[in-house]
């Protein structure tokens, strides 16, 4: 996934050389369903001929400072939106009831 703005600053100033050291490594293909980058595919929603771009994944912790090649994976955005999915879950969870909290009239 593209990095959010406010995260930018927590990689590390050398993440080309990384994404590039992993994706080498991936062969340039989705390391879990082999797809390769940059490859074709027809939207079955609109029929429309999109590119799988691959990202690279923090597999075991989303933390973007730990870029241990062991913690990092290249994954089409099919692959990292399915790993990804609980989590971003927990954490839209976690937002609703922040923001429903802050919404809590307190009478006295």
């Not at 593209?2 to 050291?21: C, G, S, T, V």
């Not at 991936?26 to 799988?52: P, Q, T, W």
């Not at 912790?61 to 994976?73: G, H, K, Y």
């Amino acid at each position: 996934m593209p990095i959010r703005p406010e995260n930018k600053d927590r990689y590390p100033k050398n993440w080309k050389e990384i994404r590039a050291q992993i994706l080498e490594r991936a062969n340039n293909r989705c390391e879990m369903c082999g797809v390769e980058n940059h490859s074709e595919y027809i939207r079955k929603k609109d029929g429309k001929v999109c590119k799988h771009v691959l990202t690279i994944a923090h597999i075991h912790d989303d933390s973007p400072e730990n870029c241990d090649p062991s913690n990092l994976m290249a994954l089409c955005c099919f692959c990292h939106n399915g790993l990804d999915a609980k989590m971003r879950a927990e954490h839209a969870r976690a937002t609703r009831l922040a923001k429903d909290k802050s919404l809590t009239i307190k009478f006295d």
